[in-house]
């Protein structure tokens, strides 16, 4: 594949042995549809499904190199860098394990506060596939950012529980002091990697912990072959990031994507 190219590049002394991109081969796609992560009519199949391996520092301050994701191919050496930048950074994550190892299950990973990206499944309250069906989408440290789903007579229902901790009174985010592992820190590394959509700007529901891209680009990037999908995605990216510079100079200019979810 295209994309195993760009492992050499990224690969250093300090990563584990294991490649830094990797992707699925038969066992592994067979686990994954085991699992129910993977099914029919999925968006993507294995064959576009890449393994995105990182370090990162925990909530104790300690590097971990077993950080994983999956994510589409296209797209995949920009998230290693993403997630190599965060490290950097040392923006913990509390872990970050592939959602087979929950059988696909969202809930037991949010209630884990575990990292994760791609899942074959509904958008939360159902409808069409959820951009993480894509390999494109990623929700971050979910006890620090948790999902909020306005419920009957006010109430709001909070996913999971304990990122109540992470919301003031009347069950919001706005003002609420910035404390280490949310969202809020890390919404521009995000979007340079065309992750520009972010779930803490939508009105209803808000989720905090997740990045994605527009609809309309996954669609098109799922649809195209690895090697075409790729080099629409640069253009994608260089145009964005072309466009955040001239907004420096130009207050009105718009730059992000703001597909609905």
Request: with cysteine; aromatic share 8%.
């Amino acid at each position: 594949m295209f994309v195993r190219l760009f492992s050499l590049l990224l690969t250093t002394a300090a990563l584990p042995a294991a490649p830094a991109l990797a992707a699925l081969d038969q066992p592994a796609c067979e686990r994954l549809k085991a699992s129910r992560v993977l099914r029919k009519q999925a968006p993507v199949g294995c064959d576009r499904l890449t393994v995105v391996r990182f370090p990162y520092i925990d909530f104790s301050g300690a590097k971990r190199d077993d950080g994983e994701l999956m994510v589409l191919d296209a797209v995949a050496p920009e998230v290693s860098q993403l997630f190599h930048a965060l490290h950097r950074r040392r923006f913990p994550l509390a872990q970050a394990r592939l959602i087979d190892h929950y059988g696909g299950d969202d809930e037991a990973s949010m209630r884990d506060n575990n990292t994760s990206a791609f899942n074959q499944r509904a958008v939360t309250g159902g409808g069409p596939p959820s951009l993480h069906a894509y390999g494109l989408a990623i929700d971050i440290n979910p006890a620090q950012n948790p999902f909020l789903q306005p419920g009957d007579n006010g109430t709001v229902r909070v996913s999971p529980p304990a990122g109540a901790a992470y919301l003031n009174r009347r069950a919001a985010r706005p003002g609420k002091p910035p404390r280490s592992g949310m969202a809020e820190d890390v919404i521009g590394l995000f979007a340079a990697a065309g992750f520009t959509v972010w779930g803490g700007d939508w009105d209803t529901p808000l989720d905090y912990q997740h990045f994605q891209f527009s609809r309309e680009l996954a669609q098109r990037l799922a649809a195209l072959p690895e090697r075409e999908a790729r080099q629409l995605y640069l253009r994608q990216i260089k145009a964005y990031r072309n466009c955040l510079g001239e907004r420096r100079s130009n207050a009105g200019t718009a730059c992000a994507f703001t597909q609905a979810p």
